[in-house]
């Protein structure tokens, strides 16, 4: 490691240039992986982390809440089923709603018993009407514990008592109040309609099946029906395969640049100094040593870069960017820490050959330099 | 016993105080259109364990050919190549590297030193590349470049060395793991004649009092009296 060591002593600025750059790369390829889980929390936290193992939605509302509608006959057809135990009707609209100085398009659920939170992160859950249980996300717009918020028109008031972590739907505002409290929010809105339907049933399986067999079950039962296991349904939620999509091509471009960048840095390098890499193949130096010299300075390049890329990412991961909060992703930093080495390191192979091909013999009459 | 009748017992008894022995050696070219180029032909050389050779010779004449064969670089058409009692004439790429690592030194005709290393650390290199002695290795390094009066730029770079200073770094490196034989590639074509004679006088010095061999590349006459015996080369072709 002697030659590997002297040679980026000797080029700091060229060796510090590439963990610069291979830091910026990691840095941005952290930082979008935080923005997409960071979206796609904001978009669906509220059906993940909220506490129905299955989530059963009308065919016909294409697995969005709001759009789904479960009629008399429908919830009957449920709960005759005999694969559900506890079955909870849930509702969900958006609604205007006044908080601070400030409305906001915002997201009530309404439950019965499943369908809240399933753990709070702060206060307690609603015990009375006109309760609700707020998100952690949006507390400084005026959805802190403590504070009412009013429903626009109609002025119904709802008080916050607790708050819970990750529970947003739509990329907004989140309330969860019971059920009852949830029509009274309707009704005040449009005073003219008919008690509303609920959009979903959130159920429990029954004793002996799994959610896997109640969700069989249930869509066996009726074409109309549509259950879904809890993280089926965040992850089939409309949107989040085309935001997942649209990531997943970004992460490929880097994929893609990082190994490029490495490879053709350590190809150039290894051209410019070929008449010193012949020489020392001259004086008998063995080829193997020569490219693990050069795997070695790769895998200090690319580790270098990613810690550094990695401290660039920390302080940025605990912002939040407009109303998504972006989280450290340990695992996806691990992840791309392995990749990266993989792919780095794999790249300089390319130079790695070039080294294995040199002829010593070119020494002598000076070919290479 | 009758080991007088075995011709190849009596080959190695002959060889063992030779550094070098070529018998019989030819290399021929194969040019990309089929053409040939017969560099070295029908070569015998000895040289003598503390012996100086100058090999001199028009350009073309086949000098190089004869160094790197000689130095394990480069492997015969035909022939024998014997150095330092080992014969090498069979011997793998693997087996070469090896043998360049411990038996011979190299000073080249164009690039000696690894631009990003210190003269110091283009001595220590041979060691880090090869048997890994360490402080050996360092003591070694530091007596060398004392000796050829490079004590005190032992922290510079090459490009920071004067063509005979970077000349000497050469000479040191290739004394460093202690060769059988060293091979000098036109040591001197690069300097003046003043310097040329100067780094002469070194390599005489060196060798002389390490006891051992050296083929010393000219086609400069002048430089003969260095050495214990001129053999000339013309076109391939040996002659005393
Ligand atoms: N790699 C090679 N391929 C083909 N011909 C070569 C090669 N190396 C040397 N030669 C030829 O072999 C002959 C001897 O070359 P060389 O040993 O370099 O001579 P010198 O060192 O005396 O100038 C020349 O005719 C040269 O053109
Ligand atoms: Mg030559």
Known sequence: MFLALREMHRAKVRFGLLIVAIALLVFLILFQQSLQNGLLTSFVGGIRNQSAPVL??????????????????????????GAVDEVSRIGQGTFTVAAGAETFDTSIVGYESLGAPERLSAGRAPNAPGEAIGADADIDQGFAIGDVVTVIPGGATLTIVGVATDVQLNAGPTLFVDYATYLEVVASVNPDAQTALPSVLGVSPAPGFSAADTTAALNALSPDLDALIRAEAAD???????????????FALYAIVVPCVTGLFFLIITFQKAAALTLLRAL????????????????????????LGTALYYPVSQQRLGGIALRFETA???????????????????????VLRIDPVDATTGVGQ | MNTADDPTQNHQTATAEQALVLDDVRKVYRMGDGHEVVALDRARLSVGSDEIVALVGPSGSGKTTLCSIAGGILSATSGRVIVGGRDI???????????????????????????????????????????????AARRRADQLLDE???????????????????????IGRAL?????LVLFDEPTSALDTQLGEQVMEIIRTEMKSRQTAAIVVTHDERITQYCDRTVHITDGVLEA
Not at chain 1, 56 to 79: C, H, K, M, N, W
Not at chain 1, 342 to 352: D, E, M, Q, T
Not at chain 2, 176 to 180: D, G, H, L
């Open chain 2, 89 to 135: 004439t069979d011997y793998s790429e693997r087996q070469l590297t090896a043998f360049r690592q411990d038996m011979v030194g190299f000073v080249f005709q164009s690039v000696n030193l690894v631009p990003f290393l210190t003269a110091r650390e283009n001595l220590l290199v041979v060691d880090e590349m090869g048997k890994r002695t360490g402080a």
């Open chain 1, 284 to 307: 008998g130096a063995p080829a193997r040593r020569l490219v693990s010299s050069l795997l070695f300075q790769a895998v200090l390049i690319v580790g270098g870069g990613y810690a």
């Open chain 2, 176 to 180: 460093m793991n202690e060769p059988e």
């Open chain 1, 332 to 354: 996806s930093v691990l992840g791309w820490a392995i990749a990266l080495m993989v792919l780095g390191v794999g790249s300089s192979l390319i130079a790695a050959r070039r």
């Open chain 1, 236 to 250: 089939l939620a409309p949107g989040v395969d085309q935001i997942r999509q649209s990531f997943q091509i970004i």
């Open chain 2, 148 to 170: 050829l009066g490079l004590g005190d730029r032992a922290r510079n770079l090459p490009s920071q060395l004067s063509g005979g200073q970077r000349q000497r770094v050469a």
């Open chain 1, 56 to 81: 059963v939605y009308s065919t016909d509302g294409q697995r969005f809440i709001q759009g789904s509608i479960i009629t008399p006959d429908l919830e009957a057809e449920v709960r005759a089923s």
